[in-house]
């Protein structure tokens, strides 16, 4: 203990402990990526697809009463250099075709809220994402939501995000909109209040438009939650730098909820290849990365904020609907060009093309050419990968994964949160698991040891390229070429893609 009776840090101070519990550091933590190396998406046979889409005419075989929907809007103004969303550029002074893309959103919204299996389930909330969906025309922002608040059950009193960035979040009117139809929470990226790691990373928007997006909520009286999204393990970013950056977006702008995520660094997409090339820098070592993790949470929780899931903080002390079924406790449909569904057992991603996409709503309602069942077993082994986001375990859940799936796999599960409880990344509460602080410092790596068991090669071989040894955490060149980074950068094709 400190003298001031806090506990003693793990990564800050001039003598930090520095615990090591697993034997690597993830530099990527945004895992949703390896999902994708659990399952052959484009295996499916078509038959088997439009079987599993019709099966949504049954209402029973739920395994979630609670459902929501996704919304993925694939356009956006400029692309930054981290991203590995599924977007396409702006339609420069194209606004007809954002208005036939919103055309068909309307449609398979339709489809979804006619299946007797959605119509059986609560609805809890609403998330338009991207991309982003800022980029819309306004009036198509106003027929959709005109749309949802008729087909939509409770969308008055349901949870409504809307996700956008700064400078065509300013827009005019657009605020306008979203207040006058309700939706609570506005959540857009900000990533670095650095200027000049900004320009690095590929974003085009301004301080000036972050500035106009809160003075014009202010001015309306809107009083939605503000979400924002900030990077951090930047290029060239110090720890000192992203605690001047943390303290100044407090000051400045108190967002009802921030989302901090590590910066994503894959082989083979732009950021990185701009760091192998030596035009942009390298960012620090694992030991600052660890350090700026540890900050963040000293400091946002100092500051009132709840760490609602492992990479958000909220001044609401439970997780939003969003982050719950993105967790994998609720159901979702994915709506629109790319996105993903977890529908009773079932999982799917919607097709990557705009054209494909809309063919498919023409042809059968639902895009989808890829949906599949995964079983009781899949839908828990989902919850057991998410725990260490969620936080939470229930005891009542992990029996019911051990009553329902093999015992080899039961007992490696049973093994890896053995290994966390002596690790002291989780609690045992009784009832439940917990994460406790230092887990969340390292909730990339709990997530993949509950992962590891479910991938494939290609995601096998993903994961071991994005994972640090312990001697190498001071190796100021994290990203020197080496064969396995040449060729994943030669083979892109070869490897998942990560879609919304």
């Known amino acids: 203990m400190t003298q001031t009776g806090q506990p003693q ?4 101070g001039d003598n930090p402990s520095r615990p090591v519990p697993f034997d690597g ?3 990527v933590s945004h895992y949703i990526m390896p999902n994708f190396a659990t399952m052959d998406w484009h295996q ?3 038959e088997k697809v439009i079987e599993n889409i019709h099966s949504l005419q049954d209402p029973g075989g ?8 996704y919304i993925h809007v694939p356009y956006c103004k400029s692309f930054c250099h981290y991203c590995n969303f599924n977007r396409f550029h702006y339609p420069k002074q194209d606004s007809e075709r954002l208005e036939r893309y919103t055309d068909y959103l309307i449609k398979e919204i339709d489809w979804y809220m006619r299946q007797p299996y959605v119509r059986e389930r609560e609805f ?3 998330y338009v994402g991207g991309g982003s969906p800022s980029t819309l025309p306004t009036s198509a922002v106003e027929r959709l939501s005109e749309h949802l608040s008729k087909v939509v059950p409770n969308f008055d009193s349901i949870e409504k995000s809307f996700t956008g960035e700064p400078r065509t979040l300013r827009r005019p009117g657009l605020l306008d909109v979203l207040k006058d139809h309700g939706w609570n929470r506005i959540t ?3 990533e670095t209040l650095n200027e000049k790691i900004h320009r690095k990373i590929g974003r085009l928007d301004t301080r000036e438009d972050v500035d106009a997006v809160f003075d014009r909520m202010r001015s309306l009286g809107y009083t939605a939650d503000t979400c924002v999204d900030m990077m951090y393990d930047l290029p060239g970013q110090t720890l000192e730098g992203f605690q001047d950056e943390l303290s100044e977006l407090l000051t400045c702008y108190d967002p009802s909820e921030i989302d901090l995520f590590t910066t994503i660094y894959l082989p083979y997409r732009p950021l990185h290849k701009l760091i192998m090339d030596g035009r942009v820098e390298q960012p620090g070592s694992p030991w600052q990365l660890l350090a700026m993790r540890e900050h963040l949470y000293d400091t946002l ?6 760490n609602t899931i492992a990479e958000t903080w909220s001044k609401r002390p439970e997780p939003s609907q969003y982050q719950t079924a993105h967790c ?5 449909i994915g709506v629109g060009c790319a996105a993903r569904g977890n529908v009773r057992d079932m999982v799917s991603i919607n097709p990557e093309k705009v054209d494909d996409w809309q063919r498919n709503v023409d042809e059968q309602g639902a895009s989808t050419e890829t949906l599949q069942s995964i079983g009781y077993e899949g839908v828990l082994d989902r919850i057991m990968v998410m725990f260490p986001r969620y936080k939470s375990l229930e005891k009542e859940l992990l029996a019911d994964y051990a009553a329902r799936i093999d015992e080899d796999a039961f007992e490696r599960v049973r093994a890896v949160l053995d290994g966390h409880l002596a690790a002291g990344v989780i609690d045992d509460e009784g009832d439940r698991f917990t994460v406790t602080k230092l887990g969340v410092i390292w909730h990339g790596n709990l997530q993949t040891d509950y992962l590891r068991h479910t991938l494939n090669t290609k995601g096998e071989v993903l994961m071991n390229h994005l994972t640090e040894a312990r001697q190498d955490f001071d190796n100021e060149n994290r990203f020197d070429v080496t064969p396995e980074t040449v060729f994943i950068k030669e083979h892109d094709a070869e490897y998942p893609r990560l879609m919304k």
């Open 9 to 12: 840090p793990y990564y800050l």
């Open 25 to 27: 550091v993830m530099t």
């Open 44 to 46: 499916v046979p078509r």
């Open 62 to 69: 739920n395994l979630n009463d609670r459902i929501m929907m």
């Open 124 to 126: 809890t909330a609403v």
């Open 188 to 190: 857009f990226g900000i």
């Open 301 to 306: 929780s100092a500051a009132g904020y709840h």
């Open 328 to 332: 994998a406790r609720q159901d979702i």
